[in-house]
């Protein structure tokens, strides 16, 4: 099973940006489908971001589209997430995820690895 370590996350003003990275264990990373999501105060953990296997197929919320980009390098094992123009309802704690199967993934259900989550704080 992969293991997931997220980092990057931090304070930061309103408008600025955040790179996230997720850095994973083991020899079976371009087997998963990866995904970022966040849960913020009060409120139910939501999908932000999903990767296919080798980055073919992408998925964003609508309310980051435009604003984040995700991305993943198979040869480092490591998934990134590209935070453009954050708002300070996007505090929240982010937490990448992998799953084998794309509708697990978009589902957001009982996925196959979490990370440990990494807080991000935008102040206004």
């Known amino acids: 099973q992969v293991q997931l370590v997220e980092s990057g996350g931090g304070l930061v003003q309103a408008g600025g940006s955040l790179r996230l990275s997720c850095a994973t264990s083991g020899r079976t990373f371009a087997l998963y489908h990866m995904a970022w999501f966040r849960r913020a105060p009060g409120k139910e953990r939501e999908l932000v971001a999903a990767i296919s296997w080798y980055g073919t197929t992408t998925y964003y919320a609508d309310s980051v589209k435009g604003r984040f980009t995700i991305s993943r390098d198979n040869a480092k094992n490591t998934m990134n997430l590209q935070m453009n123009s954050l708002k300070p309802e996007e505090t929240a704690v982010y937490y990448c995820?992998?799953?084998?199967?794309?509708?697990?993934?978009?589902?957001?259900?009982?996925?196959?690895?979490w990370g440990q989550g990494t807080l991000v704080t935008v102040s206004s």
């Open positions: 995820a992998a799953d084998k199967t794309w509708n697990a993934i978009t589902r957001g259900g009982d996925l196959e690895a």
